[in-house]
């Protein structure tokens, strides 16, 4: 059965089958390019290569053939990709255009299972990529390294590349100044492991601190798949220091608590950008976790990105905490409500008058906490059956996204996903994306973010703000539709 009433406008999706990471996301001339792991020929994981999609606004994006495909010998995991500007790799065609680019993934060797980090390039901008003829370039003889992060260190003015050891939850940083041959140069972990988990995707990245324009720290993220608090799939993330060669966890951020970048359930392996414009990282993870992700009863595709986001880091109680920003690079429909001052019953009685349809939405709230004694909440896909309902709750004072209405699916992980509200803040402040199968929230300045698929049914096409027999004064209400 089709179920095209899911499907986002904003996100990517393939056209069909299924997809999972985000590979060697770059940017070439303005245009974004993302690859991803794809199975071109059927809907659960395996045949895995690389797929290609192109956007040139973060928006919309326009699907392109294999890039990287699976051989009778071995599938292409993770990876990511840099541009070789200056040919150090001598993998540059005589009569080239532009830049060699030069993909660093993980051989599976479908026969000895082993995983090796090769190499693969391309001299036509990214549409075709060709294996190099000397690989592999890391094979330690482990069926468990993988998902090689390659990047320039300016200070060092080196390439450093991450691979995890998966089951030690360790991540192995090796330095390069060819970007052929890699020596090791540090390990990092398991720090703050939980037990039986794996780590995977490992991506390190300069992040700045905001509202400090000369000040950044260096932020290492890993995939986390399986042993997250909730049992699923997650990112955790470590604040410190990287000099090239090894990095250092700040003293203020002990690996006690586990900081995890996302409170919903689907968000993951998220990669940035190479050559982004901007100071600020820009990345964009997966929207699906490991623990359901063959079960997620989309068709005739299976698997999302999530909307792309710049990160920074914010002070928040003396500790450096991330941040995230939605970003589309596309000019907005106008909104269809804008209001300031009124009240939470004025706004609902117009949302309610409008009585507007559709599944895609974004909806910006603020009132000053001490004006809200219930819950303000927006319920999405109302009309047939419960909704999604999506806002800030009062009695945990916590962001949440409710989800229950999903049920049967996402293998019992249907449940209320909250993040407690920062109390040093003095408003509740949210933004909501809705499009399709995904809502993503951002609150509090983007310190607290919940991700998470929500399949509400398919005829459900309404949308209603909730207060409860409270009526607050709404600083903002601002309702959008997403294309
Ligand atoms: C993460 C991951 C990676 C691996 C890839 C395989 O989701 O398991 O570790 O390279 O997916 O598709």
Redesign the pocket.
Known sequence: MSTEAWRPRMHFTPARHWI??PNGLVVLDGRYHAYF?HNPSGSI?GE?GWGHAVSDDLAHWQELPLALPATAEE?A???SIVVDHDNLSGLAGPDQAGPVLLAYY?R?DRQSLVQSQCLAFSRDGGQSFERWSGNPLLDIGSTEF??PYVFHHAASNRWVMLV?L?LECKVEVYVSEDLLRWEKASTFGPAGASVDTIW??PVLVEVPVHGKPDQSRWVLFV?I?GGTRWGG?GVQYYVGDFDGERFVLDDSDPTDTVRWVDHGRDF??PLNFAGAPGEHPLWLG?MSN?SYARDVPTAPWRGQFSIAREISLVNRGGRLTLAQAPQVRATLPAPVLTCAGQTAKQVAEQVAGMDLRGRHWRVRVKAAHADLRQPLLMNFFTGAGDPVRVGYDTVSDSYVVDRRSAQPHFAGDSEIHAVPRDRGLDSVEFEVWVDGCTVELFADGGTAVISDLTLGHQDGQGIALWHGASNPPLAIFELTPLG
């Open positions: 999972n990471d792991q994981w895995i599938m995991f993770s990876g993980t599976f993988r998902d995890v998966a995977e995707v995939s798949n799939s993951y392996a997966w490991w």
